[in-house]
């Protein structure tokens, strides 16, 4: 069965850290190229970091410097660490795995940024 689980998601105050955690299975996870996407409250969905099978990595500018994506192709997992969390990071996070015309998400998980 093909399915992405995020973990990791919660309430943290500014300026706090979280760390999500995507773990797949049933694909072939070390030639997928893998993202964090994440939706805020009236707004579309929007990239935050993509890594690919190779291992380069991508930014959305408003999370550079903040967050990190890593992949453990052993573990088949994708993690994203977030440092310096802002309220407008406020949204659910989406997992993606992507290769060719395939395109697979997960069920987001909530992170909420407030004091």
């Known amino acids: 069965q093909v399915q992405l689980v995020e973990s990791g998601g919660g309430l943290v105050q500014p300026g706090g850290s979280l760390r999500l955690s995507c773990a797949a299975s049933g694909i072939i996870f070390r030639i997928y190229a893998m993202g964090w996407y994440r939706q805020a409250p009236g707004k579309q969905r929007e990239l935050v970091a993509t890594?690919?099978?190779?291992?380069?990595?991508n930014y959305a500018d408003p999370v550079k410097g903040r967050f990190t994506i890593s992949r453990d192709n052993a573990k088949n997992t994708v993690d994203l660490q977030m440092n310096s969390l802002k309220s407008e990071d406020t949204a659910v996070y989406y997992c993606n795995a992507n290769v060719r015309h395939i395109d697979l998400w997960g069920q987001g998980t909530q992170v909420t940024v407030s004091s």
């Open positions: 890594i690919t099978s190779g291992g380069s990595t």
